[in-house]
């Protein structure tokens, strides 16, 4: 199995330029996380997904926006880059049933540097 | 306040030594307690799951949970430098999206 695979590894953008950032799991999770890690400040929660068709707002959502069509993918979109969305971005998923609370697996991470 | 508090280190300690991690938390509702390790240029893996208070052992790695002092624990024993990572406490409630990370521990284990 792979996991949590996610694509790019590295990214240089221009303040205003566009891009996604991809990530796609094969375990068949129902949740899916985009996180951002920011030097000493921990993960933050940007936006997180209980199924296909569903999607909403983590603590961080300014500047992003995602999608889920497929249990399998979900995009992270980047519309206007800002040098403050500098930061090391990774996808996670977990199953979670019955109000449980499971393991999340993470992908490899996505640094991206905005300049 | 932030939900969860963890001193970002660094921590060094010799090979051998007994190490320990903590964490503290705000919310009460939390029930689940976990720590991550993140080898550096890596996603986080999980490392030890705990529900409510108590204890958990695995293998040199002892989770230790207080709910009455909001307090988490991670003891290493014996360390090896391949423990050298970052360790992040991790709490939320039922849901799985209310998971809030610490800011992560930088550990190095010196040969």
């Known amino acids: 199995n792979a996991g949590v695979t996610q694509t790019p590894k590295f990214r240089i953008l221009k303040i205003g330029q566009s891009m996604t950032l991809q990530c796609t799991q094969d375990?068949?999770?129902?949740?899916m996380y985009w996180y951002r890690q920011d030097p000493g400040m921990g993960l933050k929660l940007i936006y997180y997904s209980v199924g296909a068709g569903i999607t909403d707002k983590g603590e961080v959502p300014n500047g992003y926006n995602v999608s889920r069509s497929t249990t399998e993918d979900f995009p992270l979109r980047l519309e206007l880059a800002a040098p403050s969305q500098t930061s090391v971005y990774f996808c996670?998923?977990?199953?979670?049933?019955?109000?449980?609370?499971?393991?999340?697996?993470f992908g490899q991470g996505t640094r991206l540097t905005v300049v | 306040q932030k939900e969860v508090e963890q001193d970002p280190g660094p921590l060094s300690v010799p090979e051998g030594a007994i190490v320990s991690l903590n964490c503290t938390y705000s919310?009460?509702?939390?029930?689940?307690f976990m720590w991550y390790r993140q080898y550096s240029r890596k996603g986080p893996e999980l490392l030890m799951y705990?529900?409510?208070?108590g204890n958990k052992e695995d293998g040199r790695f002892t989770a230790q949970v207080d709910k009455s002092s909001k307090y988490i624990s991670l003891f290493i024993r014996d360390s090896q430098p391949s423990d050298s990572a970052t360790y992040l406490c991790a709490s939320g409630n039922t849901g799985g999206f209310k998971t809030i990370f610490g800011a992560g521990t930088r550990l190095f284990v010196k040969a």
């Open positions: 919310n009460s509702a939390f029930q689940y």
């Open positions: 996670a998923s977990s199953y979670i049933s019955n109000g449980g609370n499971t393991e999340a697996f």
């Open positions: 375990m068949n999770h129902n949740y």
């Open positions: 705990t529900y409510s208070s």
